[in-house]
């Protein structure tokens, strides 16, 4: 079964009809992820060791960055509080679609399962879940595919270019 | 002139190795089918395959890289044509005529124009690049560390003023990536900075696992947000060449977009869109043959895709002489350079690895005149490429940018950088941040901080060194005369690129999301 998708023409964001509620939450959340950011860049390179001879040390950069980037997330806020240069919700399931959110926590999960169970196993679901998620219909040839690119990626790398790639029971029996 | 020779002996190398002759011809190819997906860029399909460049040797590696850069450019003319739907920003000029020209039975001569045009605007911006760059280089070679800290604050300043619709979108783009660019070992004093105790960071974060994440994996998660189907394959229809008159009405048009294309290159913070709408502009300004623009003038095709391609051979020259890249493409093009050993800058064009700089070059112009054969011989071809769902593109998208993240370091932290500026990348884009001087801070930061604190320790402290020198001098007053020309000419651009999608077209172009 297929996740929830918007049909062909409709999915095109400019081909959308948009709504009247511009998006605010990322903005907000960039602002904040900035400040933060500013704010741990000013407390580390405070005890940051100083410069000798005239050149300002390690330090300098820091502060320049950290106090540019306070000011710029301030800026942002207002800018997104007075409705300036924010983006219209287009329809296409608001900020995040389920899809795209699922599609994400796969990524990060496969990025910690990857050196666990090993390339053949996590890249196989990655890919077949990726499939799934944007919009493949039949499940058994999504696999199907899944499995070979994965195969196919896996022989590529890991004989043709001796990359090291980590190998559970089924990469060895599949020639990983 | 040994400029010459040394590109002469560029094509020796290529011509003494089919693995190279292969190789170009095989990424024209891959960078063809990528642009011809829409949505897809060719600074995606370059992330894309940076890892596999990495794992070749160093001439074949570069040259991949150039082959996609420009097969992805022209490329994207194909979806513009056939469906109005630009596979890529740079052809969204050509859209306005390209698919007036499908519609009136005329698609294989729209194709055949857009490959001669990318291929001659290609080829005029290559060997503008082969014969000022060496010139350039030559100049900067006398450049020292307050020149060199005065331009990358050029880069810097100009880049994120025009990288997209809102100028505060743009430097809090720039200011994660000169944060990030801060993480790891500080080059002169050793003093670690931001790792938070983590050993994995001491080394910093690498640029490839991030140019993978924010141009690929978002990519990705964009195109899983837009998830549309196979839909029916375009018809190609009327004579696969164009006609004496189409071919000479064009000349001038194809001439004047490759010159405009490659100047507009040069200037860091513009693109091939740029480039490709204001070629299109002045073709407008003054129109040959019988068919108005927008509705149909092959003319509007040419001038699109000449100035396109001419931008990728402008915006190299700053990139490979100075190592500033000025756009999204040349940014990867860099990290390409940096994973081989190469740093970008006047000491390229010195020494033994002179000779591999003017193969790059001779596989330029190579690569754009192979988007002519390919184009026209696989024109059919490309039809059905650009009808592949997107079910099929994401798995592969995907499974490339996590395996590439890996091999080039064997790092599973890698891995995990490039899904989470995936992610970050993702609500950027969907929210108008650009992506592009996220990479740009990271390269250009480092580059403004050691070349300040070196002309610091140089001169014991005295500021003044940034304001003396002429080079420098001409720096400053260059940054202020763009960021004048920027600011002012932004809005016009837009607007013109507005109006011109607006009035250009009885149906409008569909511009897919793309990440530049």
């Known amino acids: 079964m297929a996740p929830e998708r918007v049909p062909d023409e409709d999915a095109t964001p400019a081909a959308e009809e948009p709504t009247a509620s511009p998006r605010r939450a990322v903005p907000f959340a960039m602002a904040a992820l900035l400040l933060i950011a500013a704010v741990l860049i000013l407390l580390e390179a405070g005890g940051y060791r100083a410069g000798s001879g005239g050149e300002p040390g390690p330090a300098a950069l820091p502060y320049l960055v950290g106090g540019l980037s306070a000011v710029t997330a301030i800026a942002l806020v207002i800018q997104t509080l007075r409705g300036v240069h924010l983006v219209e919700d287009d329809g296409a399931g608001g900020v995040l679609p389920i899809r795209v959110l699922v599609a994400m926590v796969v990524l990060v999960a496969a990025a910690f399962l990857f050196r666990e169970l090993g390339f053949f196993v996590v890249f196989t679901v990655v890919a077949f879940a990726m499939g799934w998620l944007a919009g493949a219909r039949r499940w058994w040839t999504n696999l199907i595919v899944a499995a070979v690119v994965s195969w196919l990626v896996m022989i590529v790398f890991g004989r043709l270019f001796s990359v090291p790639l980590p190998a559970g029971p089924i990469d060895v029996f599949l020639g990983g | 002139m040994d400029i010459f020779g040394s590109l002469l002996g560029g094509f020796g190398s290529i011509f003494g190795s089919p693995m190279l002759i292969a190789a170009v011809v095989a990424a024209v190819i891959a960078g063809m089918v990528v642009g011809a997906l829409p949505g897809l860029t060719a600074t995606m399909a370059m992330a894309l395959f940076l890892p596999f460049t990495f794992l070749l040797e160093p001439d074949i590696g570069l040259s991949v890289l150039m082959g996609i850069f420009a097969g992805g450019i022209a490329g994207g003319s194909i979806p513009a044509i056939l469906l109005n739907v630009p596979g890529t920003p740079a052809s969204a000029a050509t859209?306005?005529?390209?698919?007036?020209?499908?519609?009136?039975?005329?698609?294989?001569?729209?194709?055949?124009?857009?490959?001669?045009?990318?291929a001659v605007g290609g080829v005029v911006s290559a060997l503008l690049l082969s014969v000022l760059a060496p010139l350039i280089a030559r100049l900067a070679l006398n450049f020292q560390a307050p020149e060199f800290f005065v331009l990358a604050i050029y880069g810097?300043?100009?880049?994120?003023?025009?990288?997209g619709k809102s100028l505060l979108k743009g430097y809090v783009s720039g200011l994660f990536g000169l944060i990030v660019g801060l993480v790891g070992l500080d080059p002169i004093s050793g003093q670690l900075r931001l790792t938070f105790g983590e050993t994995e960071l001491s080394g910093g974060i690498s640029l490839i696992p991030v140019l993978i994440g924010v141009f690929g994996i978002t990519q990705a998660l964009v195109l899983i947000r837009q998830s549309t189907s196979a839909g029916a394959v375009p018809s190609?229809?009327?004579?696969?060449?164009?006609?004496?008159?189409?071919?000479?009405?064009?000349?001038?048009?194809?001439?004047?977009?490759?010159?405009?294309?490659t100047a507009i290159g040069v200037i860091p913070g513009t693109g091939t869109d740029i480039g490709a709408f204001l070629s299109y502009s002045e073709a407008k300004r003054r129109p040959k043959g019988r068919i108005p623009f927008g509705k149909g003038n092959p003319q509007g095709v040419a001038a699109s895709e000449s100035a396109n391609n001419a931008v990728v051979g402008g915006a190299m020259i700053p990139m490979m002489t100075l190592g500033i890249p000025g756009e999204a493409g040349t940014a990867v093009l860099l990290g390409g350079l940096l994973i081989h050993g190469l740093t970008p800058g006047p000491q390229l064009f010195t020494g033994e690895q002179s000779s591999l700089v003017y193969t790059i070059f001779a596989t330029f112009i190579i690569a754009n005149i192979l988007i002519l054969v390919v184009g026209l011989v696989a024109a059919r071809v490309f039809s059905y490429v650009v009808r592949i769902p997107t079910h099929v593109i994401v798995p592969v998208i995907i499974t490339l940018c996590l395996i590439g993240a890996y091999a080039i370091n064997n790092r599973f932290t890698d891995v995990l950088i490039a899904v989470v500026f995936g992610v970050l990348g993702y609500f950027m884009v969907t929210h108008d941040f650009p992506v592009s001087p996220v990479i740009l801070g990271m390269i250009l930061g480092p580059m403004a901080e050691v070349n300040f604190r070196r002309a610091m320790t140089i001169t014991g402290g005295d500021w003044t060194v940034f304001f003396t020198r002429p080079a420098s001098i001409l720096f400053w007053l260059l940054i202020i005369v763009s960021l004048i020309y920027v600011w002012r000419?932004?809005?016009?651009?837009?607007?013109?690129?507005?109006?011109?999608?607006d009035e250009g077209s009885t149906d409008s172009v569909r511009v897919p999301r793309s990440i530049d």
């Open chain 2, 489 to 501: 000419s932004g809005k016009k651009q837009q607007k013109q690129m507005d109006t011109l999608l």
């Open chain 2, 156 to 163: 810097l300043t100009i880049i994120a003023a025009v990288a």
């Open chain 2, 236 to 261: 190609m229809s009327g004579p696969l060449w164009l006609t004496k008159t189409d071919l000479k009405n064009s000349g001038t048009t194809i001439a004047r977009g490759s010159l405009i294309g």
């Open chain 2, 95 to 118: 859209a306005l005529d390209g698919y007036a020209m499908t519609k009136r039975g005329r698609a294989r001569e729209a194709l055949s124009m857009a490959m001669f045009a990318s």
